[in-house]
């Protein structure tokens, strides 16, 4: 009896064993895959990401924005903070919060603007007249 009890918890640690393994290796090749799809920009926002302690996506969320767009996170933004304002009842926590992600998601625009050439420019690599 005691021998089917240890096979069978040999063979279950085995199986979890596999199935670790298994996980771990597709979480590093998805983590290669996005390391290598964010380039340099990817460094600057990780960069961004390590001294603000905020990520893009939880700034994103914080802020309920889908697009970086000026217009949207300042909208957001002025709205979630008259809402979270301790005055009218609502929480410093959650404001400052609000003042953080938005601080993020301005340093994600910020980067972007750097890595993409102004507008004109793209307009005269696109049509050379002179």
Same mark, same amino acid.
């Given at each position: ?18 199935? /670790? ?6 979480? /590093?090749? &998805? +983590?290669?895959? &996005? ?14 990401? +390590? ?14 924005? +889908? ?13 979630? %903070? ?9 929480? %410093? ?38």
């Amino acid at each position: 009896m005691a021998r089917y009890l240890a096979q069978i918890v040999v063979m279950g640690a085995q199986v979890v064993g596999r199935a /670790f393994a298994r996980a771990l290796r597709q979480e /590093f090749a &998805a +983590s290669k895959a &996005a390391a290598e799809a964010r380039g340099r920009s990817g460094q600057q926002s990780a960069a961004a990401t +390590s001294i603000t302690g905020m990520s893009l996506q939880e700034a994103q969320q914080i802020l309920n924005v +889908s697009t970086l767009t000026p217009e949207e996170i300042q909208k957001s933004y002025e709205h979630l %903070f008259k809402v979270n304002d301790k005055e009218v009842g609502g929480s %410093f926590y959650l404001q400052s919060k609000v003042v953080r992600a938005k601080e993020r998601l301005d340093e994600e625009l910020s980067i972007q603007k750097k890595d993409s050439p102004p507008a004109q420019e793209q307009q005269k690599q696109q049509n050379p007249e002179t």
